[in-house]
């Protein structure tokens, strides 16, 4: 079985002739028997916590909820920038751009009942880090070995980029936490967060997808080309093919219902393509999340403050009694005793 999904975008190439000539896709892709291995895992693992009463499907109907839940399922970020020399181009990154990475994220993952707290930045100047680490690399083993910090819950994000050019990110799925928990977390290219180099890649939303595999989502398409289900969720249309660019259309198996997934976060389209998880993507990540990750919840929104200020008192001046022509008014009898 493969331990690893490997997301590999491609830096398009700008002339018309040939619009997708840089394009790679995954460089490790899941067979139908490596699926089913998965899957099978999956419900084994699910019924055993179920029948041991440590978790239960209550937010299967989550979805079909038109009153959005307060609370979310509140995931710690601990930030690793890899880099070579302090510049942008070399890697380095600032606090502020790691927080808009945070900020975009929760956008993405608004109404899922997921929230993404950042806890920690780190920066290791290694510039063998920073350019050759990939998935099949032991510098990655070295890297995390060190850095690596947390439990299940604690979302390890780590920025280099990459010895293919064309690479942007790989992340590893939750139910392989248990036998390598330093292994955990997702590794993305530098230049995909916001506003970063990667044309056409550069609103953070390869994080977005990789987050959705370290949540225990699959990617929508078949990687193997066929018309079959790949990522087991009952509301992505069946896709034999990943998406290139951001077409308006496209349907790549058309003798079965819908089009593919193009402005799903977990297809290879354009991040300004990427839109959305559907409703069974969602219950998804929470089945498995609350399984293998089991994140705590806590309030979504935010609860004001309220600062107590001591009353403060005005002392006025005493109203002046007006002078009456001809002497006081009388005023009543007094009462006979």
Not at 15 to 39: H, K, V
Not at 51 to 60: K, M, N, Q, T, Y
Not at 83 to 90: A, P
């Amino acid at each position: 079985m493969l331990f690893h999904i490997l997301l590999a975008y491609s830096l398009f190439a700008i002339g018309l002739a040939a619009p997708f000539a840089n394009y790679t896709r995954c460089e490790n892709s899941y067979s139908a028997s490596d699926i089913q291995a998965i899957e099978a895992q999956y419900i084994q693992d699910l019924q055993a916590a179920e029948a041991a009463g440590e978790i239960h499907r209550d937010d299967a109907l989550a979805p079909t909820l038109t009153v959005p839940s307060l609370l979310c399922r509140t995931v710690k970020v601990v930030w690793h920038i890899i880099y070579e020399s302090t510049t942008v181009q070399k890697g380095y990154m600032s606090d502020q751009t790691v927080r808009d990475s945070i900020k975009a994220m929760n956008t993405h993952f608004s109404g899922s009942g997921f929230k993404f707290v950042l806890d920690k930045i780190t920066r290791t100047q290694n510039a063998e880090w920073f350019n050759k680490v990939d998935s099949r690399s032991s510098l990655q083993d070295d890297m995390k070995k060190k850095l690596h910090v947390g439990d299940a819950t604690t979302l390890n994000v780590y920025t280099v980029n990459f010895p293919r050019p064309s690479a942007l990110g790989y992340a590893y799925l939750p139910q392989y936490y248990a036998a390598n928990p330093w292994n955990d977390g997702v590794v993305i290219k530098h230049s995909s967060v916001p506003g970063g180099a990667a044309t056409n890649f550069n609103q953070g939303k390869t994080l977005t997808h990789e987050v959705g595999h370290w949540l225990g989502l699959l990617h929508v398409f078949n990687e193997q080309g066929q018309c079959v289900e790949q990522d087991m969720v009952s509301d992505t249309p069946v896709q034999s093919t990943e998406t290139l660019g951001c077409p308006a259309s496209k349907d790549s198996c058309p003798n079965l219902p819908g089009a593919d997934s193009i402005h799903n976060f977990m297809d290879y389209s354009w991040d300004s393509c990427m839109t959305s998880f559907t409703p069974g993507q969602i219950t998804r990540m929470k089945e498995q999340s609350d399984l293998y990750r089991r994140i705590p919840s806590r309030l979504c929104i935010s609860i004001p403050t309220f600062t107590w200020l001591p009353p403060t008192f005005t002392v006025l001046p005493p109203v002046p009694t007006p002078d009456i022509p001809g002497g006081p008014i009388p005023g009543p009898d007094p009462a006979p005793f």
